[in-house]
């Protein structure tokens, strides 16, 4: 049987085998890496009966080969303070409902977490709940579970080993977190040099060398050394240097504008042991108590609690009866900045969360938030602000700043806290979505207006700041600088939509930038995963390649900062007939192409076939014959025999865009032997009860971890499953070992073992090929990438071996190679290939697997028609053999279905004299 040859042919420098496995498996599906992890992966990649089925299929799949991550090792649960597992997001304004439901895992070994490493997996509200998007900050620790043999995890180490280093950095002895254990393998994208574990906790208290410099450092500490391998401040300043004020009316600060009355938003009222809350405009009605009872209200609400830097927080009280109508008016007076400063910090902190839970209103923690939450004013200080844990916190007047609580360094702040809450890094990522937050509610590209003068602001989202790789932007890569990046693309994005949806802009404009950063991961850095995030987010098929309905104004707005979205699959290109297994040797092969457009119109006059032949350096263009409805004809030339053709198609769209097939032509490109038959000569699945395959050579020791026949049982070295589609089971693989056992309990030790082939007659072939797909795993151990497992054919029935490769990836995956016999040995009757794997280091794990066996060949010499009996001649036995089968279709020379009289006319025609 004639086998397809025709196959994706990726150069050598396409990446990883498991990258690229999944690509080749889901061709209209991107993976973005983003340094040393993958990023995001986006198409239409899993489904299922569940968004929980669905994302568990793409991780029992995927998560191995893209990330190198045990499915068993992704717990689920998000990386927020509430640890929630499925979260609904962006609200589908249209039909009701959300758009999507986010399915959060964390990375743990063992049951120990894997600092901030996470991994989301979002899916389409619809049948079937396709998986559009994997955001990850996962990272690959394979064998790093032998380092916690022998590790008591429910006990810490001394907390004088680990909290030495961290105080130092305190005047006096901080307030000290609960600890736990950790594994440090990295942070922001940068692998650590090898993963560690750690103990995690925070402490909080004055600085070393200034006690009024609060400080609240998160560390990561080396757990057998001490060492600090990581640490952050959680406490996150919304500016720095000298800062301006608040203001009552508009969105500056108070000393830029007059105050005007306001309702309090969810404020508390109570009288004896009854309380109530008001509604977002601060109106109440709460149970009347007995006749002159007390009635007190408080900056005290259902989301906040006002703290005025240890004074007594403003509050009002009255006594009243039945039926009487109170209007308690705090900062009555106006004539203190310290009661202006509670009175704006309340107001507009529950501004933004209003903000915030209208565009999700299933956000992590903040949805369901309690009063426990302060809003600290008037601290006495100036020029600043932050946010930590679960307070926002701003200063008074001076300094040349005006006080900072005023509206939009409010909502900067809390942003910082949605950035946190929603399982993100800070960073220059946590001060870009902080001045988002402010213009959200501003509508006004500058941020703290008023900060030291009512002229001018501290920073704008009205920038064309351009990213870059080396330093995050052209602003520089100081934080707040940096954060100008993003909130100048959402910015831009506001200027579209404004024009587009005039009345509702400002509504859209927050559900894309709340709920992606749900999508973001616990990283700080800026690049080009955020407009993936809001292009998913739009969209509305589940595939980001076609376009989305505001594809233009989000890629566009993100573009012109240097952040661009993937490039649009604008036509799609197919072949009805399939790609031809053989070129005819020195002739044209036909092949029919269709070319679908997608987005805009295709040029017809510009779909073309580039070919490049044996020993050519550059490919040659030939133009596809339009046919009509969107079919086009292509003629392959073949060139000498034997030889092999690469080739692939592109088209011009009228807007001057090129499409291509493969889409990463002429990096990728399709390869089809020139022969006059291609054949197969053996496929060994391995699936039958023996095998004539042997296990053993000369200079093999392994005393464990032998080659065995059999249907896998999975470790994290091993495969659970063979290649074979189903069926099939069964795949050769070193050593079997039991459900649940350690992953070095069957793997190779103490030498090498080796599996041969039977002997394969390739003589038949002008050329000979030789595939098979192979896993090998040797990155865990103490001593890991320590080994290697050659594979090597012979052409003289072993006597003598080639190698053909040294395995040392480690792929998570069965990977397919191909490999020209005559490359390398003589295509004789006696062709062997074997696989030796060899433990010859120290410490190393290594697990091997060869499944799906295939011998295939071209022969130059076109067959002879009429050669039933295959001697080379057509005669009396032949014709014997076409006459015994009259009537049926075994001998069907014809191609009409049936031996008859056309077929007798073939085989007499070409009668050997």
Request: overall charge negative; charged content about 15%; glycine content about 14%.
């Given at each position: 049987m004639a086998t397809a040859f025709a196959q994706v042919a990726p150069n050598s420098n396409s990446g990883s085998q498991g990258l690229e496995s999944f690509r080749l498996n889901h061709p209209e599906t991107g993976i973005l890496p983003l340094g040393d992890q993958v990023a995001r992966v986006y198409g239409n990649f899993s489904s299922g009966a569940t968004p929980s089925e669905s994302a568990q299929r793409f991780i029992q799949s995927s998560a191995l080969a893209l990330y190198g991550v045990q499915p068993a090792d992704l717990a689920p649960i998000g990386p927020f303070e509430s640890g929630e597992h499925l979260v609904q997001i962006m609200p589908d304004r249209e039909v009701g409902g959300f758009k999507f439901t986010g399915v959060y895992y964390s990375q743990q070994v063992r049951g120990v977490p894997v600092y901030k490493s996470n991994l989301l997996v979002l899916t389409r509200n619809e049948p079937g709940f396709p998986a559009v998007l994997a955001s990850s900050t996962l990272w690959d620790v394979q064998g790093f579970e032998t380092t916690l043999d022998g590790v008591n995890l429910s006990s810490l180490p001394s907390a004088k080993l680990w909290t030495r280093n961290p105080l130092s950095q305190f005047r006096s002895k901080p307030q000290v977190s609960p600890a736990q254990y950790v594994i440090w393998a990295g942070i922001d994208r940068v692998k650590a040099e090898e993963p560690r574990l750690a103990v995690l906790f925070s402490a909080e208290g004055g600085g070393a060398f200034d006690a009024d410099n609060h400080q609240n450092i998160e560390f990561v500490v080396d757990a057998k050394t001490g060492a600090i391998l990581h640490q952050e401040s959680k406490i996150y300043h919304a500016v720095t240097g000298r800062a301006t004020g608040l203001a009552t009316q508009g969105y500056v600060a108070d000393a830029c504008a007059a105050e005007s009355a306001v309702g309090m938003p969810y404020v508390e009222i109570a009288t004896g042991t009854t309380t109530t809350y008001a509604d977002a405009d601060g109106n109440f009605s709460i149970p009347a108590g007995p006749a002159g009872s007390t009635y007190t209200t408080r900056l005290v609400g259902r989301y906040f609690t006002t703290n005025n830097n240890g004074n007594p927080t403003l509050a009002l009280s009255t006594t009243a009866n039945d039926g009487v109508n109170w209007s308690p008016v705090f900062n009555s007076t106006n004539g203190l900045e310290t009661d202006r400063a509670q009175v704006n910090a309340y107001l507009w902190a529950n501004k933004t969360r209003d903000m915030m839970v209208a565009a999700s209103p299933n956000y992590p923690t903040v949805a369901t938030q309690a009063n426990s939450f302060l809003v600290t004013c008037n601290i006495a200080s100036t020029c600043n602000a932050y946010y930590t844990g679960n307070t926002i916190n701003f200063y008074v007047a001076g300094g040349g700043c005006n006080n900072t609580a005023f509206a939009d360094i409010v909502g900067h702040e809390f942003g910082h806290n949605a950035v946190a809450k929603g399982g993100s890094g800070q960073g220059a990522y946590g001060e870009g979505m902080g001045d988002i937050f402010g213009l959200l509610l501003s509508d006004d590209p500058r941020t703290g207006v008023g900060f030291q003068t009512c002229a001018t602001g501290i920073r704008t989202a009205a920038n064309t700041f351009q990213y870059s790789a080396a330093s995050c932007s052209s602003a520089g890569s100081e934080i707040h600088a940096c954060g100008q990046l993003v909130s100048g693309c959402v910015w831009d994005l506001r200027n579209r939509f404004a024009v587009l949806y005039p009345s509702t802009y400002r509504e859209l404009l927050a559900d894309y930038c709340v709920n992606s950063i749900l999508l973001h991961g616990n990283i700080t850095s800026i690049g080009a995963d955020i407009t993936v995030d809001f292009l998913t987010l739009d969209d509305n098929d589940g595939n980001i390649l076609n376009g989305t309905p505001n594809y233009t104004s989000i890629n566009d707005s993100f573009s012109v900062h240097g952040l661009p979205g993937p490039a649009l699959q604008l036509a799609q290109i197919t072949f009805p007939s399939g790609l031809p297994t053989a070129l005819t040797p020195n002739g044209l092969t036909p092949v029919q192409v269709r070319i679908e457009p997608i987005i805009g119109t295709v040029n017809q006059s510009t779909a073309k076939l580039f070919i490049r032949t044996v020993g050519a350096t550059s490919y040659v263009a030939y133009p596809l014959a339009p046919l009509g409805s969107n079919l086009y004809q292509a003629n392959l030339p073949g060139g000498a025999c034997p030889s092999e053709v690469n080739y692939y198609f592109t088209v011009q769209m009228a807007s001057g865009d090129t499409q291509s097939s493969p889409s990463l032509a002429p990096t990728q490109v399709y390869a089809t032997p020139v022969a006059s038959e291609f054949g197969e000569l053996v496929f060994e699945t391995f699936e039958a009860a023996t095998s004539n395959w042997t296990v053993g050579a000369t200079g093999d020791t392994a005393t464990s971890g032998l080659w065995v026949?059999?249907?896998?049982?999975?470790?994290?070295?091993?495969?659970?499953?063979?290649?074979?589609?189903?069926?099939?089971?069964?795949?050769?693989?070193?050593?079997?070992?039991?459900?649940?056992?350690?992953?070095?309990?069957?793997?190779?030790?103490?030498?090498?073992?080796?599996?041969?082939?039977?002997?394969?007659?390739?003589?038949?072939?002008?050329?000979?090929?030789?595939?098979?797909?192979?896993?090998?795993?040797?990155?865990?151990?103490?001593?890991?990438?320590?080994?290697?497992?050659?594979?090597?054919?012979?052409?003289?029935?072993?006597?003598?071996?080639?190698?053909?490769?040294?395995?040392?990836?480690?792929?998570?995956?069965?990977?397919?190679?191909?490999?020209?016999?005559?490359?390398?040995?003589?295509?004789?009757?006696?062709?062997?290939?074997?696989?030796?794997?060899?433990?010859?280091?120290?410490?190393?794990?290594?697990?091997?697997?060869?499944?799906?066996?295939?011998?295939?060949?071209?022969?130059?010499?076109?067959?002879?028609?009429?050669?039933?009996?295959?001697?080379?001649?057509?005669?009396?036995?032949?014709?014997?053999?076409?006459?015994?089968?009259?009537?049926?279709?075994?001998?069907?020379?014809?191609?009409?279905?049936?031996?008859?009289?056309?077929?007798?006319?073939?085989?007499?025609?070409?009668?050997?004299?």
């Open positions: 026949q059999v249907d896998p049982v999975g470790t994290a070295a091993q495969p659970e499953d063979d290649f074979t589609a189903s069926p099939g089971v069964k795949a050769w693989i070193t050593g079997q070992g039991t459900a649940g056992g350690a992953i070095g309990a069957a793997d190779v030790d103490g030498g090498a073992t080796t599996l041969v082939s039977p002997a394969f007659d390739c003589s038949g072939f002008d050329d000979a090929y030789i595939s098979y797909h192979r896993w090998y795993s040797n990155n865990a151990g103490a001593g890991p990438n320590a080994d290697s497992m050659p594979i090597e054919i012979s052409g003289d029935n072993g006597v003598t071996w080639v190698q053909l490769e040294n395995v040392t990836e480690n792929a998570g995956a069965w990977v397919k190679k191909t490999f020209r016999i005559q490359s390398y040995v003589t295509a004789s009757t006696q062709v062997r290939i074997r696989f030796r794997a060899q433990d010859l280091a120290t410490g190393s794990i290594i697990e091997a697997g060869v499944d799906d066996v295939r011998v295939f060949g071209a022969s130059c010499t076109p067959a002879l028609i009429g050669d039933l009996d295959g001697n080379g001649r057509v005669e009396g036995v032949d014709l014997g053999i076409l006459l015994g089968a009259w009537g049926t279709n075994t001998y069907d020379l014809s191609g009409d279905g049936i031996i008859s009289g056309p077929d007798l006319g073939l085989l007499l025609a070409n009668w050997t004299i």
